[in-house]
């Protein structure tokens, strides 16, 4: 089993277990968007990565509704699908 931080409301970040898969996927998928935040989304992949994380959301409900679920968190905005797209491909779960 792996570890994530998710929020924990009033007591901020905590650990959460997850399988060792969904750990790698929810790790790079915050590096991936903090790769992108602090470049003001000006990165190579950004529009590639954007199309194939809307496709995956399309067509790949159970590995989303897992992600969802291990992060305690909806994917919301294009930067968020864009880091899920890249984080599945670079580690080639489809």
């Known amino acids: ?4 931080k998710v929020f924990g409301g009033s007591d901020g970040m905590v650990d959460k277990e997850v399988s060792d898969e969904m750990a790698k996927l929810v790790n790079l998928f915050n590096e991936t968007y903090k790769y992108a ?3 003001y989304d000006n ?3 950004y529009r590639v990565a954007l199309e194939l994380g809307e ?3 399309k067509q790949h409900h159970p590995l989303v509704s897992e992600f969802v679920k291990a992060r305690e968190d909806f994917i ?3 930067r968020e699908v864009m880091a899920f797209g890249y984080a ?3 580690l080639g779960m489809v």
């Not at 089993?1 to 994530?4: H, T």
């Open 1 to 4: 089993m792996g570890i994530i």
């Open 37 to 39: 935040y602090d470049r």
């Open 43 to 45: 990165v190579d992949f």
């Open 55 to 57: 496709l995956l959301i």
């Open 76 to 78: 919301m905005s294009d």
């Open 88 to 90: 599945v491909a670079e």
